[in-house]
């Protein structure tokens, strides 16, 4: 029999369990599993990457794919890198580059990681799948769902955008919209799951969407020659992207693919709901609920992350750090990239420039520093 | 002195001139320019394309680039080639792939074409960029001549889809909204560069967008391992990827990098606006303009277009053909795409489907064949 290509250990309790099936939380104590793999590919396969199909799916070594296997996908992955000398001019650092992650099947970085989830809820049996979503995996899944050929519900705040929930209905999903925010349709999503035989997506409640996530780490260090950068800015709402490239790091460290130490971590988040940022600067190991969250940037709308506690591991061991911005000044910053850079940011796009500018005045990050901004998803879906 | 790697070459007289300044149309006769390379690359080239960056501008070689300039660029191409097996099973053909140029900074195809002309046209001396535009162009320009750093001005009808005009304005383009058809807007943009000085990238009136379009081709020809498909559908209004594909598939054959017969080409245009698909019928060598030309495939409500008589050789020389579908049968089949293959289609491109199945009927595509349907932009820009 040939060994497992990977199996589960959980983030918190450290319990150990095979992949099969439809694995959700760790049994003993509810916290989320991180994946790990038996064989890390070793770093001359990095030469093989170059006749790989153009997705994500090119580094499946890294992947929860079985060899042979076909993953559910719509070609997500390898988004452009943009460089952004007037930013780095006006900001004062070495290089600014802007990963535009808009340039992706339905608009969003939320591609990567319902790709990886709908390939193993699909193979390990899911007959429906569902989601609580801030808006772009709504999107998301209505379209993996519908490529796995699964039929999908999704459960989204009445204030999302509406042109984002007017996308979820275009790949055919069904969308019900509640009060509250994430985490009240987070409780409709599980009771409807449940009733209806639906498998559940949310973010880290199943441990490939970080799998999928992971990929903006190892295209990053393609794109920059597998050298890294010194900092990363990200926009944190649920957290899965910065964990992702934090556990990508780690994996490709040790696999000798990068050398050096990681890139330092930035969490930005809305002054309107800033549950990391308060917890890092509290020096608290979790996130404290946030009350009453508010921003346009619907995807920072993430009063309570399942995800909080591995993000603020990320941020700390990675030397980074977390910064709160208001919405007035996340929405100008987006405006901002599309002035300067010719990029349509989000509102979470815009506040990494945002978070850029008081990292400098922290000295956070530094002049000599080449520095990464995420735009996670398309400005127009939030006009 | 270096021999220089391209000159011109009149599509229609045969003169030729070389690249310098900013060329427009053929001085004696009024007709577009083709660009001639004059050394074409070895297949050996090949292999050096895998450490390229991700963009079409891998194939620097093949595009009019200088050696070590840096292009204009966002990051254009790349897109995915997606597999849609039920669309084959429905329509009764081999293989049917979609190829995304959704998945594309601007979110149309438009990106490739104007990256190109930006390009060469900030090379080239211009200081200020204008465009007559259905609609996806003025996008794509109001991009690359924000990150070329200079001034745009987009002349479009005012019948344009309203999405459309607020992302032309997201870039900070300069929108003039007129009356009629892309031909009324063409006059209005090449009064106003001549009067203030702007470089009128129009189709087909500078030769650069061609060269853009190319990589089309050359994406396809790599996506399928160098195996070039048997059919390709194309949604056609001022046809520069029709001529493009034409012109890559020639060029890819001469200097053998691909072998055997070129994919039969075939336009598909709306029965409101349909001058190549009559011409094409009446076995005529140029377009007559359509009266009253009407669609919501704002990309085909192009009633004369400049670049008729080279898609009209494009579809003969490739033993292709040409159709014309109904508003609503391109609608439902944009439709169709999304809700079978999860691609949010364009109008223009549920054109494509709706004409392989008129396509099938007549056989003019069998049951053999590997067929590419071209998205050629993104959905939620006509919604």
């Known amino acids: 029999m040939t060994p497992a290509k990977w199996w589960l250990v959980c983030s918190e309790c450290g319990k150990t369990r095979d992949a099969a099936g439809l694995p959700t939380l760790c049994d003993a104590c509810q916290s989320p599993w991180l994946v790990r793999y038996a064989a890390p590919p070793p770093p001359a396969a990095k030469q093989a990457l170059a006749d790989r199909p153009w997705s994500m799916w090119r580094y499946h070594e890294w992947l929860p794919v079985h060899d042979g296997e076909s993953p559910v996908t719509l070609g997500e992955g390898m988004t452009p890198l943009v460089p952004a000398p007037a930013l780095a001019r006006a900001h004062g650092v070495a290089e600014v580059w802007i990963k535009d992650e808009s340039v992706n099947p339905t608009y969003s970085f939320k591609a990567r ?101 992971k990929t903006l780490g190892l295209e990053l260090a393609e794109q920059f020659g597998w050298d890294l950068p010194d900092a990363i800015i990200y926009p944190t709402g649920g957290g899965t992207g910065l964990i992702g490239m934090w556990k990508c790091f780690n994996e490709l460290r040790s696999a000798g693919w990068v050398e050096g130490r990681s890139p330092r971590l930035f969490a930005v988040q809305s002054t309107g709901c800033a549950p990391v940022v308060k917890a890092f600067e509290l020096q608290e190991s979790r996130t404290t609920p946030w009350p009453n969250p508010e921003t346009v940037a619907s995807g920072l709308r993430v009063p309570a992350p399942l995800g909080g506690a591995l993000s603020l591991r990320a941020l700390r061991e990675t030397g ?35 978070a850029l500018e008081r990292l400098r005045e922290t000295e956070a990050i530094q002049a000599d520093h080449r520095v990464v901004l995420f735009n996670t998803g398309a400005g127009w879906l939030y006009r």
């Open 113 to 213: 990681g319902l790709a990886a989830a709908v390939t193993r809820a699909k193979a390990g049996g899911a007959v429906r799948l569902t989601v609580p979503t801030a808006g772009n995996a709504g999107v998301a899944l209505s379209a993996y769902g519908r490529s796995a050929g699964l039929p999908t519900d999704v459960f989204a705040p009445k204030t999302t955008p509406l042109r984002i929930l007017e996308q979820i209905q275009v790949y055919g999903a069904r969308l019900e919209l509640l009060d509250g925010h994430i985490g009240d349709c987070g409780k409709r999503a599980r009771a409807f799951a449940e009733q209806e035989g639906g498998f559940d997506v949310s973010t880290l409640k199943e441990p490939y969407r970080i799998e999928g996530k």
């Open 320 to 354: 980074g750090g977390a910064v709160a911005v208001p919405d007035r000044q996340l929405i100008a910053a987006a405006r901002q990239m599309a002035h300067t850079a010719a990029i349509d940011a989000s509102p979470e796009g815009g506040a990494t420039l945002a």
